[in-house]
């Protein structure tokens, strides 16, 4: 776990996740990804609607190095835990340092090529899978860094593993369709440019939520 390794971490995170999944027959289907995607670093925005959405990150996006934003109590969990462990960055939402430390280290590993995955709602909503409304951290730090955002819609993991009760709710194999969406650059980007950012990436995160979604969304 030293920092020169983090690469081979990720590799093997990577593979990890890969049997994770395929253990447990959950197969990741993309509906929809861009040709020739730079490596980064990015800003990746993703709904969040299971705790699933952790490991499957790796296999959607396995030669973007990436680490993770999320918050402390992932290092008490087992598996989870895992694939969080000193290498992403874990953050304290009660402390206002603590907060403040993850963002520092955070902007750090992107000036060394790292991306960073945070998921804008916050926490996975009661009501997924509806799209809750974003908050700024993640498009402050991508327009602070200028570095683009990565849209990621998860369509189909709030039904494959539900999230209550923690690690004990009802789960079953299936095929998890994704839809890997055009970067958003921030070039030129100013904090006068924050709300547009974030309701264009809402936007393009809900698009196909709602269009694979529909009737479940609208009984919401």
Not at 58 to 68: G, H, Q, S, V, W
Not at 184 to 208: C, E, H, W, Y
Request: one cysteine or more; proline letters at 8%; a positive charge.
């Amino acid at each position: 776990m030293k920092e020169e390794n983090f690469e081979k971490v990720f590799r093997l995170k990577v593979m990890t996740a890969r049997l994770i999944l395929f253990l447990d027959f959950i197969f990741i289907k993309k509906l929809k990804q861009p040709q020739n995607l730079p490596e980064g670093p990015y800003v990746i925005c993703s709904n969040h609607s299971s705790y699933l959405d952790i490991i499957q990150m790796y296999p959607i996006l396995p030669r973007t190095k990436f680490m993770f934003i999320g918050k402390a109590e992932l290092l008490r969990w087992p598996i989870i835990s895992i694939f969080f462990k000193k290498m992403d960055i874990d953050v304290n939402r009660q402390k206002r340092h603590s907060a403040m430390k993850s963002i520092i280290r955070a902007k750090k590993e992107i000036a060394k090529g790292w991306s960073i995955v945070i998921y804008p709602e916050g926490k996975i909503p009661y009501n997924t899978p509806k799209l809750n409304e974003f908050k700024s951290g993640a498009f402050k730090m991508a327009i602070e860094e200028q570095v683009p955002i990565l849209p990621i819609t998860l369509i189909d993991t709030w039904k494959l593993f539900d999230v209550d009760p923690p690690l004990s709710a009802p789960a079953r194999p299936g095929i998890s369709r994704v839809v890997i969406h055009d970067p958003i650059s921030t070039k030129g980007m100013d904090k006068k440019d924050l709300v547009t950012l974030r309701q264009q990436t809402f936007d393009v995160i809900n698009a196909p939520l709602e269009q694979y979604n529909k009737e479940i969304i609208e009984k919401l």
